[in-house]
């Protein structure tokens, strides 16, 4: 528009300079009033659009100040609303902190309260187990037949304990307590001596001891916990106990015997050897030494037998012969010996009264000479004695000896591994000993006690013939 109105004012000006002819003139103001009316035109639109400008101008800046003011509410709510969320999330870290703190606190007393549960549930399985264990070995269990299926599974890790598990254990350990102090009489069924079962009456005293009556046998049980029964031991208790066992039964007596080891004395009675059985483990050597044994046996009872009946009581012999070579009685003095001539004293006394007649050392000679004959047969089989006490602990060594030789050996081939392959070495070794040693004891202490008494003797011929040759001289 702006370049339009300078084209015009440029050609009006044009045509103001140049001489124009007439119809130029006409046309020029034709063109002229044409400029003009765009003019006008061009200034009214120019007006209008200027007016327009204005009005958008004072549109927009209404639009503007409206959304000034709209942006700045705005921004004030969002300040507002900053605020409020910087004031929130300050308020959520706080509960953030504080909820962590909670978290740690929380953490922390379930980590202790979980190690107590653990701990907890740890001794509750072991309490488990060791009462699985009482209730298993108990010989009552074979009785009773208690279900020890959840205490398995609780020891056993497979079944986490609750409360009402908790009370069944502890009620368990009740009955155990209470149990074990009880004696009952009942009906059960025992795998008897032969090996069948049988249902036979059977005595518990408490978890200690278990006695059957059976067909008129009475006997200890043991308790079998693997197949969960009790059986008759192989060997039946010594006749003192079964007659206490009897009566106690029958009501007669308080008193029982009672295995406080629960079955473990009652199962070394059962393996307990008897004396022969021992001495048949000690080998070869065994028979020599009862062979000793035996020889010395009938030669002390020889001796003592011997020595019985060769006593006599010399002192009332003495006083009789006394009385009698006083009144020079001399065949009367030899009636009164010659029915003890079986006796040494007697003889003695015999052979000097035989003398009478000569001297002192003469009669002395005689008596001498009888007792030095009566010697032999009381001294006879004493040296014996003494030498079979001496060779009866050679014996006894000899089989030690070789009994060591035998657990080397055995040693030497099959090692250390095995204690019941050395057993046999070393049970020949310790019954042999035993055996010299039991042998030897008791011979040399008849050799000793018989040799005594054979002294006695001799010292008493002894006496007796000095008595008699004073005698006999002091009445000459």
Same mark, same amino acid.
Not at 41 to 65: G, H, M, N, P, V
Not at 72 to 81: F, I, N, V
Not at 114 to 135: H, P, W, Y
């Given at each position: 528009?702006?370049?339009?109105?300078?084209?015009?004012?440029?050609?009006?000006?044009?045509?103001?300079?140049?001489?124009?002819?007439?119809?130029? =003139?006409?046309?020029?103001?034709? +063109? $002229?009033?044409? /400029?003009?009316?765009?003019?006008?035109? #061009?200034? &009214? @639109?120019? *007006?209008?659009?200027?007016?327009?400008?204005?009005?958008?101008?004072?549109?927009?800046?209404?639009?503007?100040?409206?959304?000034?003011?709209?942006?700045?509410?705005?921004?004030?709510?969002?300040?507002?609303?900053?605020?409020?969320?910087?004031?929130?999330?300050?308020?959520?870290?706080?509960?953030?902190?504080?909820?962590?703190?909670?978290?740690?606190?929380?953490?922390?007393?379930?980590?202790?309260?979980?190690?107590?549960?653990?701990?907890?549930?740890?001794?509750?399985?072991?309490?488990?187990?060791?009462?699985? =264990?009482?209730?298993?070995?108990? +010989? $009552?269990?074979? /009785?009773?037949?208690?279900?020890?299926? #959840?205490? &398995? @599974?609780? *020891?056993?890790?497979?079944?986490?304990?609750?409360?009402?598990?908790?009370?069944?254990?502890?009620?368990?350990?009740?009955?155990?307590?209470?149990?074990?102090?009880?004696?009952?009489?009942?009906?059960?069924?025992?795998?008897d001596r032969s090996g069948h079962e049988a249902q036979?009456?059977?005595?518990?005293?408490?978890?200690?001891?278990?006695?059957?009556?059976?067909?008129?046998e009475v006997g200890f049980l043991n308790y079998s916990?693997?197949?969960?029964?009790?059986?008759?031991?192989?060997?039946?208790?010594?006749?003192?106990?079964?007659?206490?066992?009897?009566?106690?039964?029958?009501?007669?007596?308080?008193?029982?015997?009672?295995?406080?080891?629960?079955?473990?004395?009652?199962?070394?009675?059962?393996?307990?050897?008897?004396?022969?059985?021992?001495?048949?483990?000690?080998?070869?050597?065994?028979?020599?030494?009862?062979?000793?044994?035996?020889?010395?046996?009938?030669?002390?009872?020889?001796?003592?037998?011997?020595?019985?009946?060769?006593?006599?009581?010399?002192?009332?012999?003495?006083?009789?012969?006394?009385?009698?070579?006083?009144?020079?009685?001399?065949?009367a003095c030899k009636d009164l010996c010659t029915p003890?001539?079986?006796?040494?004293?007697?003889?003695?006394?015999?052979?000097?009264?035989?003398?009478?007649?000569?001297?002192?050392?003469?009669?002395?000679?005689?008596?001498?000479?009888?007792?030095?004959?009566?010697?032999?047969?009381?001294?006879?089989?004493?040296?014996?004695?003494?030498?079979?006490?001496?060779?009866?602990?050679?014996?006894?060594?000899?089989?030690?000896?070789?009994?060591?030789?035998?657990?080397?050996?055995?040693?030497?081939?099959?090692?250390?591994?095995?204690?019941?392959?050395?057993?046999?070495?070393?049970?020949?070794?310790?019954?042999?000993?035993?055996?010299?040693?039991?042998?030897?004891?008791?011979?040399?202490?008849?050799?000793?006690?018989?040799?005594?008494?054979?002294?006695?003797?001799?010292?008493?011929?002894?006496?007796?013939?000095?008595?008699?040759?004073?005698?006999?001289?002091?009445?000459?």
């Amino acid at each position: 528009m702006r370049r339009g109105l300078l084209i015009l004012i440029a050609v009006l000006a044009v045509s103001a300079v140049l001489p124009a002819p007439r119809g130029l =003139a006409e046309e020029m103001r034709a +063109l $002229q009033r044409q /400029v003009l009316e765009q003019r006008r035109q #061009l200034e &009214e @639109q120019a *007006a209008a659009d200027r007016q327009a400008a204005q009005l958008e101008e004072q549109q927009s800046r209404e639009q503007i100040s409206g959304d000034r003011a709209t942006l700045t509410k705005a921004m004030e709510d969002l300040q507002q609303q900053l605020q409020q969320l910087q004031q929130r999330t300050r308020t959520l870290d706080k509960q953030n902190r504080d909820l962590a703190e909670q978290e740690q606190r929380l953490s922390s007393q379930l980590a202790t309260a979980d190690s107590m549960v653990r701990e907890a549930v740890g001794v509750i399985r072991l309490n488990a187990k060791d009462v699985t =264990a009482l209730v298993r070995d108990n +010989l $009552q269990s074979g /009785v009773a037949h208690p279900d020890l299926s #959840l205490l &398995e @599974q609780i *020891a056993g890790q497979t079944h986490f304990p609750g409360m009402t598990d908790i009370r069944q254990l502890v009620e368990l350990i009740f009955t155990q307590l209470s149990s074990s102090g009880e004696v009952a009489l009942t009906q059960a069924g025992i795998v008897d001596r032969s090996g069948h079962e049988a249902q036979v009456q059977v005595l518990t005293l408490g978890p200690f001891t278990a006695i059957y009556q059976h067909d008129g046998e009475v006997g200890f049980l043991n308790y079998s916990a693997a197949g969960s029964h009790l059986y008759a031991l192989s060997r039946l208790p010594n006749s003192r106990q079964q007659r206490q066992i009897r009566d106690y039964l029958q009501g007669e007596s308080v008193a029982v015997p009672v295995d406080v080891a629960r079955g473990a004395a009652l199962q070394q009675l059962t393996h307990r050897l008897s004396l022969w059985q021992q001495i048949q483990r000690g080998g070869l050597l065994v028979w020599p030494i009862l062979a000793i044994l035996v020889v010395g046996i009938v030669l002390s009872g020889e001796r003592v037998l011997f020595l019985v009946r060769k006593r006599c009581n010399g002192d009332i012999l003495i006083r009789q012969l006394e009385d009698l070579v006083a009144q020079r009685d001399w065949p009367a003095c030899k009636d009164l010996c010659t029915p003890l001539l079986n006796k040494p004293v007697a003889r003695v006394l015999q052979a000097g009264l035989n003398s009478h007649t000569a001297s002192r050392e003469d009669m002395e000679d005689v008596l001498q000479e009888a007792i030095l004959k009566e010697i032999p047969p009381l001294e006879r089989f004493l040296a014996t004695l003494g030498m079979l006490a001496a060779i009866a602990p050679l014996l006894g060594l000899l089989g030690t000896v070789t009994g060591m030789i035998d657990t080397f050996q055995i040693m030497t081939q099959f090692g250390t591994g095995d204690p019941r392959m050395m057993s046999g070495g070393i049970s020949v070794a310790l019954v042999t000993t035993m055996l010299g040693l039991s042998v030897a004891i008791p011979i040399m202490l008849a050799h000793t006690l018989l040799g005594r008494a054979v002294d006695n003797s001799i010292a008493q011929l002894e006496e007796k013939a000095v008595a008699l040759v004073n005698i006999v001289q002091k009445n000459r």
